[in-house]
């Protein structure tokens, strides 16, 4: 059934209805919302998890970490400063190989101090080892969560779902929540195979001490097993959609739709906009309202997951473009916009597409039609690798 729903309060009944064992999380704008409605789930007796209060968000991540390594499912939520505090568990949490799911609710980094949305504090982490998907709006959040469990339990890869800060987690949409024997179907109850999780019967060591002649070996495993998931996502996304019908995200006008990436527009565009998160809606709401002006000339693609990075994916999407403007929430600083720097490094040498960084939305910078059209028109021009729109 769809309800109108904030977007934190959508995530909230979609966790609570994946049913974890072990929640723990410290309030930070603006990912509180998804963090007091799970708290207030448990208080009022709607669910029958274990909801550890933390002091930080280091804290936090270190008591699903404890958690998971148990052999539980967990979940836990945070955003922009909190991410960055919880970094030195982030990369252990994936080099232990342990399957949590973490809600980061997008939001720049200091400093100057702002709360409101960018993209920076996921890109800081973007090398950590974990499977990161970014959703448009509250219904994809919505089934990438379950998709995310689901390929994390199965894989023994952490992952993160991004959602924009405010435009996501504090708006309201139109939603539909999967109820818990509706989930089962597609997600059972988790069952860890003996020898990946802690057992006083069956004794193991978890992030040992590892020397040189071992140390690059077993980097490279949790490499080629983030690789090798691109097949499992894709895979889990089309099973997905066959049990989930009614919740589908699927546009008819999408040419490619998977688990990886989204193509909505004509078959031959002359320029593709390529962007995560909202304001892919933002794109395509220009898009379609400008036919008249653009033609079919112009086509959007909507990267769904970014780590592992679809490389493969992309070029087949973009192969026939001349210009691809890739819009960036986020800066590395010194260089370009990161999903431009990675598109730029997959295509070098593949395809002869224009490819150009641009840079919008930092800090909440509202990112509006007349920013589309110049941008539609500054990738045909011969202007420096990095090009801020505000």
């Not at 090398?127 to 959040?141: L, P, R, V, Y």
């Not at 089962?184 to 590892?210: E, H, I, W």
């Amino acid at each position: 059934m769809q309800q109108i729903l904030e977007g934190s309060r959508a995530i909230a009944l979609t966790v609570k209805n994946i049913k974890p064992t072990v929640i723990s999380a410290y309030p930070i704008t603006p990912q509180t919302h998804i963090v007091e409605d799970l708290a207030k789930f448990k208080a009022d007796g709607k669910a029958n998890y274990e909801y550890v209060r933390a002091e930080s968000e280091f804290a936090a991540a270190s008591i699903i970490t404890g958690a998971s390594a148990t052999g539980v499912r967990t979940y836990s939520a945070t955003s922009s400063q909190g991410l960055l505090l919880m970094t030195e568990v982030i990369f252990n949490i994936a080099g232990m190989r342990l399957p949590i799911v973490l809600t980061c609710a997008n939001r720049g980094v200091s400093a100057p101090i702002t709360i409101w949305n960018d993209q920076q504090d996921a890109m800081t982490i973007r090398d950590a080892g974990w499977i990161m998907m970014f959703a448009e709006n509250a219904q994809e959040a919505v089934n990438q969560h379950i998709l995310a469990f689901k390929v994390a339990e199965k894989l023994n890869l952490p992952a993160i779902v991004n959602i924009d800060g405010y435009i996501l987690t504090h708006s309201y949409e139109p939603v539909s929540i999967p109820e818990t024997k509706e989930i089962k179907k597609y997600l059972p109850d988790y069952k860890p195979k003996t020898g990946t999780y802690l057992d006083p019967k069956n004794p193991m060591t978890m992030g040992a001490f590892a020397r040189p002649a071992y140390y690059m070996e077993i980097r490279q495993d949790l490499h080629d097993d983030l690789i090798s998931s691109l097949d499992v996502i894709n895979e889990e996304y089309k099973k997905y959609n066959k049990i989930f019908s009614n919740f589908s995200t699927k546009n008819k006008k999408s040419l490619i739709d998977n688990g990886l990436i989204e193509y909505y527009g004509p078959k031959n565009p002359k320029t593709i906009l390529v962007a995560m998160g909202s304001v892919v809606g933002t794109v395509k709401e220009y898009v379609d309202n400008n036919k008249t002006l653009l033609g079919d000339k112009v086509g959007v693609l909507k990267i769904k997951t970014y780590r592992p990075f679809p490389n493969k994916e992309i070029l087949k999407a973009i192969k026939n473009a001349r210009y691809v403007a890739v819009l960036d929430k986020s800066i590395s600083l010194g260089n370009i916009g990161p999903l431009a720097s990675d598109i730029k490094s997959a295509s070098q040498g593949k395809i002869k597409a224009k490819i150009q960084s641009f840079i919008v939305g930092l800090g909440g910078r509202d990112i509006t039609a007349k920013m589309i059209k110049k941008i539609i028109t500054e990738v045909k021009n011969n202007i420096e690798d990095t090009k801020f729109i505000g």
